[in-house]
């Protein structure tokens, strides 16, 4: 669900830029006030592991499209809101700049579709009431299926929305919206699954990440959080070096809406405005587009597409985009850290 600039005037885009700006801003202040140290390592995996597994599309049977984690739901659990808000802004962010997925000046958007709803309404308005304290298995896979419909839905309505807003009038509201909100249930209620079996496995391993996460107190000082880092750094590098070859090759699920309604699944681009700059910002720094090596100009593709798609591009994509997160959300936190040493120092 990575909108593409075509999609968003640039006033809409900028009033989510700026609304996301914002967020981060607050969750970053948020965590500075009260953020567990021992969480930085876990933020980084679980970064990476996301990343890795936004590049897995599965098929949604009928349909003729496909879909993919979102994650924003495990990021909320595990880390609590604020914290998943950031890792999340992260992974998209490095998405856009070094693989062109999703547009810059939808970046804003894409971060707030994807971030918002599961961290700040999905996660403290249904998973916590549902699965409660101490939750077991099956009260955590039934939270964890109705949060990632819910936050699904609500991120998929407001792609419409944002397109209304934009005066897209290729695709109108009421055809639009009968599209989207029907195929992102069905990929809800597989990242309801995945979401559950993480959680599932967490909650096995170190159940006290979860306790953490969601009463906002920090971890106790004899415990360790390495069996969960090892198993979310080897699901990542699996994820993103391998499994990433049986990825659909359908489209995915806005694209397949857009296609529905507009007979193509992109709007045609604008030749001169601020999309077009940002696109040729996107061009230089993207080195991996579309998780794969460049390909020299008029190249053109010998057969059609084959499944598994073993290919080392898309290999190289997922292991160097995981390890690119993973850096990045680890010098986030210690730059949070710092900060927050810094501030209490003061007032002593």
Known sequence: MHMADALLSPAVGATFWAGTLGTIGYCARK??????????????????????????????????????????????????????????????????????????????????????????????????????SGASPKKITIASLISGVVALQLGAFSVV????????????????????????LGIGIVEGFVTAGVINFVRASRPEILESAASARPLSGGISTGRVFAGLLIAAVLTGGALSWFASSNPDGLEWSIAKVFGKPE??????????ALKSV????????????????????????S???????????????????????????LIIRALRRKSACRTK
């Open 31 to 132: 965590l500075k006030e009260n953020m567990d140290e021992k969480m930085i390592p876990l933020m980084g995996v679980l970064g990476a592991f996301i990343f890795a597994a936004q590049m897995i599309n599965f098929t949604i049977p009928g349909t003729g499209s496909s879909g993919h984690l979102g994650g924003g739901m495990i990021l909320a659990i595990l880390l609590g809101p604020y914290a998943g808000f950031i890792v999340m802004a992260s992974v998209l962010t490095i998405q856009a700049f070094f693989f062109a997925d999703g547009g810059l000046l939808a970046l804003g958007c894409n971060i707030w579709n994807l971030g918002i709803y599961p961290c700040f309404i999905a996660y403290p308005l249904i998973f916590k009431p549902l699965a409660g």
């Open 307 to 333: 499944w598994p798609s073993v290919d080392p591009g898309t290999s190289v994509s997922g292991i160097v985009g995981s390890a690119l997160v993973l850096a990045a959300v680890l010098l986030i936190g």
């Open 282 to 305: 996107q061009e230089k720094t993207a080195f991996l587009p579309d998780y794969s090596f460049k390909k020299p100009e008029g190249a053109k593709e010998r057969g059609g597409p």
């Open 161 to 184: 929305i944002e397109t209304l807003l934009s005066g897209r009038s290729e695709l109108p509201f009421s055809t639009f919206v009968l599209m989207m909100q029907p195929v992102h």
């Open 267 to 276: 709007l045609p681009e604008k030749e001169t405005g601020i999309a077009t």
